[in-house]
């Protein structure tokens, strides 16, 4: 990369952003690029890096990195935009096609409203665990879908920032080693709510986290506290929508789970991503 510009396009997807590529780079090349583009003082200011690379003609890969450099398997709203670029650059058509991701290959419909995803993922609700919430001690789950998220109902969003209550739990010793993802769900009736989502890699709040709402409508309908299909408003102000089986999957079983939600191109650019 040295002696050469990053070509680039930025995506949201409800909120959360990406700087997204067309590349097919090994761990050790796209840590740092990660690192130096997604800074917000110093790069172009993301919640992460994408590579995104052609596999055939309905297929095509997904590889996400965080902006400390560490991979992660999985990303709702990361998939979504990656989808759309691919359209977007021509890798694919419209329509129906595969990505593929470290964890899952996902089924991807891109329309103009919108990308809908269609995962089939090994999900473990691994148990309830007492936390410190924002009202006092609370009863919250830890759910893997190809990473960890801590799922807490909350009778009302915090009014200010959410980290203090979610730094604490994000390093729980319960949560194993790596610690999770912390999400904040307010449910106002069982077909729709708000979530707020402290994300590992980024160590802040970022506006939406697709996997965080995926986690959260799993855990929240084997409690009986919702129905299959959720709709939850995130931090940026969309709603991501959520389906999952009508039965709770049993524990390590393939789950298909939907995911619905906007995923929007920004702008291109080019960045000088070596030191």
């Given at each position: ?194 979530i707020r989502t402290f994300e590992r890699g980024v160590e802040g709040e970022t506006l939406a986290c697709g996997s965080g709402a995926m986690a959260s409508a799993l ?57």
């Amino acid at each position: 990369m040295r002696g050469r510009a990053l070509q680039f396009s930025k995506y949201s997807g409800a909120g959360n952003d990406f700087v997204i590529t067309e590349a097919d780079w090994p761990h050790e090349r796209a840590a740092p690029v990660a690192r130096r583009v997604c800074s917000r003082a110093t790069g172009v200011g993301v919640d992460g890096l994408i590579l995104v690379r052609r596999l055939g003609p309905r297929r095509v890969g997904a590889r996400f990195f965080n902006p400390d450099g560490s991979p992660f398997a999985t990303c709702g709203n990361g998939t979504r935009c990656a989808a759309r670029f691919a359209v977007d650059h021509g890798l694919v058509d419209a329509g129906r096609f595969v990505v593929d991701t470290a964890v899952a290959d996902i089924d991807a419909t891109v329309t103009e409203d919108g990308v809908d995803l269609v995962y089939r993922i090994q999900v473990a609700i691994a148990g309830c665990h007492r936390v410190d919430g924002p009202d006092g001690p609370a009863m919250g789950w830890l759910v893997q879908v190809g990473l960890p998220h801590f799922v807490l109902p909350v009778a009302a969003q915090p009014d200010g920032p959410i980290d203090p209550i979610c730094r604490p739990i994000r390093h729980l010793p319960a949560l194993g080693r790596e610690g999770a993802n912390v999400n904040l769900v307010q449910l106002d009736d069982r077909s729709s709510g708000s979530i707020r989502t402290f994300e590992r890699g980024v160590e802040g709040e970022t506006l939406a986290c697709g996997s965080g709402a995926m986690a959260s409508a799993l855990a929240l309908h084997a409690a009986d506290l919702c129905e299959p299909g959720l709709s939850l408003r995130v931090r940026g102000g969309d709603a991501l929508h959520i389906t999952v089986p009508e039965e709770p999957p049993a524990p390590n079983s393939i789950a298909v789970v939907g995911l619905t939600g906007p995923a929007l191109h920004i702008f291109d650019g080019s960045f000088r991503s070596d030191p």
